[in-house]
């Protein structure tokens, strides 16, 4: 058994080291998956046809639609100018001396209205140098401000995210994405105060110690014109609103998606036997068209000219992001199939006898092995998912409990140095892991504590 275990370390391990040199997962996961099967004793070609590639089919089966449209949406909004003036809504409003805090709700603003993260870097980065610049706070915590707006507590906390880390707990638990509301909007509230204090703390350290914006910075911005020219906050903004307001009435509002179709129908001609584990995904899919379709009519003039391009751009991102996530989740199928990993799962569910502190190590777990928190999750509820609705159903908790609290945990250790996301902006802002990760972790590690402080409170009630 203890090679068994070796091979799905080893395996992990490399996907790691190759993830954070910047080598594509797309083409390394099924080279170290094929690495982990061989060293397993077990049939290297059926392993990869029947186990692999069919798990990552149905990921991108299942999620495509949401990848693809949430780009879109996202990048219109970028093109229309919506997503600047929102930013500068907030860097206005409250000044250069609320610097930090006008960036992280900017970013929530933006995530929570389902605009992706990618997207969001791109957007508000430009005014988060301006202003940091403007107020001598160190360049080096913008992507810990960015990250705490955007990959944190509207990513997976808040209830109705419309972020994919919210979505993939519907398809296992049969929940939406309101689920446990509270739970979601207390560990949120956790989440930004406390990160808000972190930086804050950061940035007095740098005033104490005379430390300015720096200068000789890669990648700095084009200077924010003051009278740059962008759509109305009212009219920014109703994009966003609209996707909310879509979402929730096709899921718990007077018209709900799943009540469009017979029953008996959707089990017949599509094999759908709950369409509960669907819903929320068709609920998305629509908020999302109707999001897009009033960022076109915002400023289709504006617009026109640049989207083909856009359109191409935000194509081709989704696809490698739900291709890299499909890869990492056909590595996890398979690893799953593998001797050792018996050992591992046992060693995760007996970490402790409730079922959402068990289901909190899992996922964190593997998505921090991932470096994705919607592979990490994906492949934790596909492979445990089943056992703790038996486990929490017989201490008498319900689903939507284990959607808020697997969603959340999927954004805690998944920020780890090999995440696509935290690579992806420290690039986008020209700074290294070595100037700026340490926010980041600390963020990271705030948000997998309250996971578990949420876990723990649960299971003494």
């Not at 089990?267 to 960022?295: E, H, M, P």
């Not at 992001?321 to 989740?329: K, L, Q």
């Not at 998912?385 to 159903?393: D, H, I, L």
């Amino acid at each position: 058994m203890f090679i068994e275990i070796i091979a799905i370390v080893l395996a992990l391990g490399l996907l790691m080291v190759f993830a954070y040199r910047g080598y594509p997962v797309i083409i390394f996961a099924p080279i170290f998956t094929m690495l982990a099967v061989a060293l397993s004793g077990i049939a290297l070609l059926p392993s990869y046809t029947e186990v692999f590639m069919t798990n990552a089919a149905n990921y991108v089966k299942s999620f495509f639609p949401i990848f693809l449209l949430g780009a879109v949406f996202g990048k219109v909004m970028e093109l229309n100018g919506a997503a600047s003036s929102i930013a500068q809504t907030f860097v206005k409003g409250l000044g250069s001396k609320r610097a930090i805090l006008s960036i992280v709700l900017a970013c929530a603003v933006l995530t929570y209205g389902g605009v992706s993260l990618f997207v969001v870097a791109f957007a508000v980065y430009p005014f988060a140098a301006a202003l940091f610049r403007e107020a001598n706070i160190p360049k080096r915590l913008i992507p810990g401000t960015i990250a705490l707006g955007a990959f944190t507590f509207t990513m997976d906390a808040l209830p109705g995210t419309p972020q994919i880390q919210n979505i993939i707990p519907t398809n296992y638990f049969g929940t939406d994405a309101y689920a446990a509301p509270w739970v979601g909007i207390i560990g949120g509230l956790i989440i930004f105060v406390g990160g808000m204090w972190w930086l804050e703390r950061r940035r007095k350290q740098a005033e104490l110690a005379g430390e300015g914006y720096g200068d000789k910075h890669k990648n700095e911005p084009e200077l924010v014109k003051e009278d740059q020219k962008y759509p109305h906050i009212t009219l920014a903004v109703l994009p966003l609103a609209l996707v909310l307001i879509t979402n929730y009435m096709l899921s718990r509002g007077f018209f709900p998606v799943d009540s469009w179709y017979d029953a008996t129908m959707l089990n017949d001609q599509f094999k759908i036997a709950n369409v509960k584990t669907v819903a929320s995904s068709w609920s998305l899919i629509i908020a999302l068209l109707v999001g897009t379709i009033a960022a076109l009519l915002i400023n289709a003039k504006g617009v026109s000219n640049k989207l083909a391009t856009g359109l191409t751009t935000a194509a081709a991102g989704a696809l490698l992001a739900i291709f890299n996530t499909a890869s990492e989740v056909g590595f996890g199928n398979v690893v799953k199939t593998l001797p050792g990993f018996k050992a591992i799962q046992e060693w995760v569910l007996n970490a402790s006898s409730h079922p959402l502190v068990s289901e909190a190590v899992a996922v964190n777990v593997l998505a921090g092995i991932t470096g994705s928190a919607s592979g990490g999750l994906s492949i934790a509820l596909e492979v445990m998912g089943q056992r703790y609705m038996e486990m929490a159903a017989a201490v008498g908790i319900g689903p939507e409990m284990l959607h808020r609290i697997a969603s959340m945990a999927s954004g805690g250790m998944d920020t780890l140095p090999h995440n696509g996301a935290v690579i992806t902006l420290l690039a986008i802002t020209g700074l290294t892991h070595r100037q700026s990760y340490k926010d980041i972790f600390a963020i990271t590690v705030l948000k997998t504590v309250t996971v578990f402080l949420l876990a723990f409170a649960i299971s003494l009630l």
